[in-house]
DNA sequence: CGGCTGACTTACC
DNA sequence: CGGTAAGCCAGCC
């Protein structure tokens, strides 16, 4: 069955498609790329209801402090870990590192984006 | 139609 | 580092 998503949530699926292996996101931050600013709760939404065939990788999306978006020692929270560990990304106390890890796109590539 | 909720964030104390 | 408050808004009841 097909899925119609509106405009916004469109546009916060292409921005996630972004994030590059290896690095990490806020959920604010995709809002912002997104082209909808103070949307981060959108993008958590989107997230919860995207059907997993999207192949999102949801486990590079963080809290803007760097934490996890689910509790410590929560089965979301151990799978996001160990994804993000296959990828380099260490983990420590549920964070992660964000000068070390956050996803800093180039004025280019969000253009590119906006091309497309 | 109104209220509540939440994979959020920032500011302030 | 923890608690409150306010802003945000789609979706569910």
Do not use: H
């Amino acid at each position: 069955m097909k899925q119609y998503l509106n405009q916004n949530q469109q546009k916060i699926i292409q921005t996630i498609q972004q994030i590059p292996a290896g690095c990490v996101a806020s959920y604010g931050q995709l809002a912002d790329l997104a082209g909808l600013p103070g949307r981060a709760r959108l993008v958590g939404k989107v997230l919860r209801s995207a059907p997993d065939d999207l192949k999102l990788p949801w486990y590079r999306i963080l809290r803007a402090n760097g934490a996890l978006a689910f509790s410590a020692g929560s089965e979301q929270a151990m799978r996001q870990i160990d994804r993000l560990a296959d990828e380099g990304v260490e983990v420590i106390r549920n964070k992660v590192d964000m000068k070390t890890y956050g996803w800093q796109p180039s004025l280019a590539d969000i253009l590119f984006k906006l091309e497309q």
